[in-house]
């Protein structure tokens, strides 16, 4: 289509020719995206190659105390005057390979098989008696091991950049430049390196607590760690691709792919409607509330913020009560004679659907209504000025003023919100627990999401194997979208987002 | 045009009057059959039969098996610790994003954001072994570091509101011999008290909210339980029909402090929020 028909079309035209568009553009973004990864793959080979070439040019052009530093950390420091940081670079150095002879080495060299020894009763030849023997713990051979990778890589980053600071100096000492002192340096922290002093922690907060755990889990879904291969008593291992084939069916237990399939697509029937239902009545609901001549505004949007004031876990465990078979809804239903039968809100498994999507507004609603008013009190008041001189009616005015402007302010809220709602664990376990449970699923119930499906194997069954595939899964679900709408939207480009 | 007008008006009110009351029903009756005399979770009446506040007492003197004076206490320790130390995190890392410029800048922010759609237990089974390898399993401690350790992955709604605070007031005050650490705290942070308050006021109530990390963490070291997982005992099945009308007492006297500082703290929840990662 033209721009020029596109320009005359009308607003909700408009709309919907921009959606198709997006729609249709799709498969080539992900593409355009997937495509560009080698180049993006090759860029960073190079800059890696670059700064082990420029280290190795160093080494040539470098004095013999430079040329030391190669052996000895920090060395060239020590020998121009930076005593400070030459003396952190030795001690980096000595404690490196201390804790690397007398803890890393051990650990790396049983990653290939995650452990040979089984604990159990090893017959005592000499003494003639079965003695208890602790074997290897696979579990922590696993952790030590990424530790270890994890601070070897941090060693040889400190490494690389002593060098350099060393050729630093040395230069600076050629062109009888200053050399700046540990104090220079240190007071550096609260201006020039502001950056460093104020990443540090919330940085290493994250490595600890959410990166490793994260490396440690992606390799669990490489291995056969359930409840048959428990360390300490029992010993796991490497098995490939093994559990990724089994989730899709492929692994010979065909139940568990189709669990897989159709949980996937409920979680996603699921995400879709508990997010644009939250959404769309949330946006009517500030719309009402702050339309003009509707008095008591603070009161209405008060009562509903209650709701979100209240903890998740409070209201959604008494709902659960109320929607109970025999809770207070059923009983009011009947006692008013509208029903004969209680309606099996949780139990019922395509009821329990339903009741989740609409619990999940009673509790996202007062959110979105809550943004959604903020974004509402910001659209200056002037266009609604200049479109009543004009003549538009309430309605234009909603579809060619405030529509345009809360979708195009909260496209980012909304995928937010998508990718929330994929992960949503609190209202689905604390309402359903995931069920009714149903024989035709792996451990699975009709409302149960990918996160709940998670969370159960690995509490009940232990299957952690299995937990782990299905959690790079849903990051995987997560990321596309979240790739597609982050790539499409213009703070995208100009580098704010992603 | 006039009565098309009232019409209008008489609609929405009608409309928003329903609306209101289906939102306040649950809650009403959450805090009626926290009045509640008669034992039992199923009941064949709507109104209690006769109202006591028994409940309340027995939540806070019959402390044999449910010890709910020391969970609440424990979830307050846990919630201003960890609401210290993620809106530190939070405050730091969010500044430097958006206002110093130093290489990797955008790969952190990217792997922040790729990290954070992780589901977020996905990591915490992992983090049980680390925790457990260092002993901390079950202690409070690794409570708060857990709820703290991943709050930086959130920096994008204060990086937002940073990034709308005028360049200009940073340059001045650099002509004017400020370092990059003395505008920080004496320019940045006191503009941006939407964005603090609002990032204290999320990591405050977090641990009230939370229940399925404590769960992973706790097992059953009851002592050191939170509220949530404290009134998740209750009602089990061996424990409902005595305490399910406890529980509804619990409930509430964990909802009021929340919703007493939500209520009072709404301005600047909506401001955060739209200020910040609205607009992008």
Same mark, same amino acid.
């Given at each position: 289509m033209a721009d020029l028909d596109y320009l005359a079309s009308s607003g909700p035209r408009r709309a919907w020719i921009r959606f198709t568009r997006s729609v249709k553009s799709l498969p080539g973004r992900v593409g355009g995206w997937i495509g560009g990864l080698p180049r993006r793959l090759g860029g960073m080979f190079r800059s890696l190659l670059g700064a082990v070439i420029s280290v190795g040019l160093i080494f040539i052009r470098g004095d013999w105390a430079t040329r030391l530093s190669f052996g000895i950390m920090g060395f060239g420091c020590l020998r121009r005057g930076r005593i400070g940081r030459g003396l952190i670079y030795l001690f980096t150095q000595i404690a490196f390979w201390y804790f690397f002879?007398?803890?890393?080495?051990?650990?790396?060299?049983?990653?290939?098989?995650?452990?040979?020894?089984?604990?159990?009763?090893?017959?005592?030849?000499?003494?003639? %008696?079965?003695? $208890?023997?602790?074997?290897?713990? @696979?579990?922590?051979?696993?952790? *030590?091991?990424?530790?270890?990778?994890?601070? %070897?890589?941090? $060693?040889?980053?400190?490494?690389? @950049?002593?060098?350099?600071?060393? *050729?630093?100096?040395?230069?600076?000492?050629?062109?009888?430049?200053?050399i700046p002192t540990l104090g220079d340096e240190i007071a550096a922290l609260r201006d020039r390196d502001f950056h460093k002093t104020l990443l540090f922690l919330p940085v290493l907060a994250v490595v600890i607590f959410t990166v490793l755990p994260l490396i440690f889990m992606i390799s669990l879904s490489f291995t056969n760690y359930d409840r048959f291969h428990m360390p300490p008593g029992n010993?796991?291992?490497?098995?490939g691709w093994e559990n990724f084939r089994a989730i899709f069916g492929l692994g010979g237990n065909a139940l568990l792919g189709n669990t897989f399939r159709s949980i996937l697509s409920w979680t996603l029937v699921w995400a879709f409607f508990a997010t644009v239902?939250?959404?769309?009545?949330?946006?009517?609901?500030?719309?009402?509330?702050?339309?003009?001549?509707?008095?008591?505004?603070?009161f209405f949007r008060t009562v509903f913020v209650t709701t979100i004031a209240i903890p998740q876990f409070v209201s959604l465990m008494f709902m659960r009560n109320l929607l109970a078979d025999n809770g207070l809804v059923n009983v009011f239903l009947t006692q008013m004679g509208w029903v004969d039968a209680p309606i099996r809100f949780l139990t019922d498994g395509n009821i329990a659907r339903i009741t989740v999507i609409l619990v999940n507004m009673w509790v996202g609603i007062p959110y979105s209504m809550l943004i959604t008013t903020g974004i509402l009190l910001n659209i200056p008041a002037d266009l609604y000025e200049a479109s009543r001189i004009d003549g538009a009616g309430p309605v234009k005015q909603f579809t060619t003023i405030?529509?345009?402007?809360?979708?195009?302010?909260?496209?980012?809220?909304?995928?937010?919100?998508?990718?929330?709602?994929?992960?949503?664990?609190?209202?689905?376990?604390?309402?359903?627990?995931?069920?009714?449970?149903?024989?035709?699923?792996?451990?699975?119930?009709?409302?149960?999401?990918?996160v709940t499906w998670l969370y159960r194997i690995t509490t009940g069954e232990q299957n952690y194997k299995l937990a782990s595939v299905i959690g790079i899964i849903t990051f995987a679900v997560c990321a596309a979208f979240s790739l597609i709408v982050y790539s499409r939207s213009g703070s995208a480009k100009e580098g704010k987002f992603l | 045009m006039r009565l098309r007008k009232n019409l209008t008006r008489i609609l929405i009110y009608a409309l928003l009057t329903a609306l209101a009351v289906i939102w306040l029903i649950p809650i009403f009756f959450l805090i009626v059959h926290s009045f509640r005399a008669e034992p039992g979770a199923a009941i064949r009446y709507l109104f209690p039969k006769t109202y006591t506040w028994n409940n309340y007492v027995r939540l806070f003197t019959d402390t044999e098996l449910f010890n709910f004076p020391r969970w609440y206490l424990n979830t307050l320790v846990v919630s201003v610790a960890s609401c210290f130390l993620s809106t530190l995190y939070v405050l730091m890392i969010s500044y430097a994003f958006s206002r110093l410029r130093f290489r990797g800048r955008n790969a952190m922010m990217r792997a922040g954001l790729i990290l954070n759609m992780f589901p977020g237990f996905m990591a915490m089974i992992a983090v049980y072994f680390i925790l457990k390898a260092v002993g901390l399993t079950q202690s409070l401690l690794a409570l708060v570091l857990v709820y703290s350790g991943s709050a930086a992955l959130t920096y994008y709604v204060a990086k937002g509101f940073f990034d709308t605070i005028p360049l200009a007031l940073d340059e001045a005050a650099t002509i004017d011999g400020a370092s990059k650490s003395t505008i920080f705290w004496r320019i940045t942070l006191p503009l941006s008290k939407p964005i603090v308050v609002y990032t204290v006021l999320m990591s405050f109530m977090a641990p009230w909210m939370d229940f399925i990390f404590a769960s992973v963490i706790m097992k059953d070291n009851y002592e050191n339980y939170t509220v949530a997982l404290g009134l998740f005992q209750m009602i089990t099945r061996e424990n409902i029909y005595d305490y399910f009308t406890v529980f509804c007492a619990g409930a509430v006297v964990v909802a009021i402090p929340i919703a007493l500082l939500f209520l009072f703290m709404q301005k600047y929840y909506v401001e955060g929020v739209t200020g910040g990662a609205v607009k992008g």
């Open positions: 002879f007398t803890f890393g080495v051990g650990w790396l060299a049983l990653m290939p098989t995650l452990g040979k020894v089984a604990q159990g009763e090893v017959w005592n030849e000499e003494k003639g %008696i079965f003695e $208890y023997a602790r074997g290897d713990n @696979s579990m922590l051979v696993l952790l *030590y091991g990424i530790v270890t990778l994890i601070i %070897i890589l941090l $060693y040889v980053c400190i490494y690389f @950049s002593s060098i350099r600071v060393c *050729y630093d100096a040395e230069c600076r000492a050629r062109r009888a430049e200053r010993l796991f291992t490497w098995v239902t939250n959404y769309a009545l949330g946006m009517i609901l500030a719309i009402f509330i702050n339309h003009r001549g509707i008095r008591f505004k603070k405030t529509l345009p402007y809360v979708l195009f302010v909260t496209t980012p809220y909304l995928i937010t919100q998508f990718v929330g709602n994929i992960n949503n664990f609190n209202v689905i376990w604390l309402l359903t627990g995931g069920g009714p449970m149903t024989g035709e699923y792996y451990q699975g119930g009709r409302t149960d999401l990918l | -």
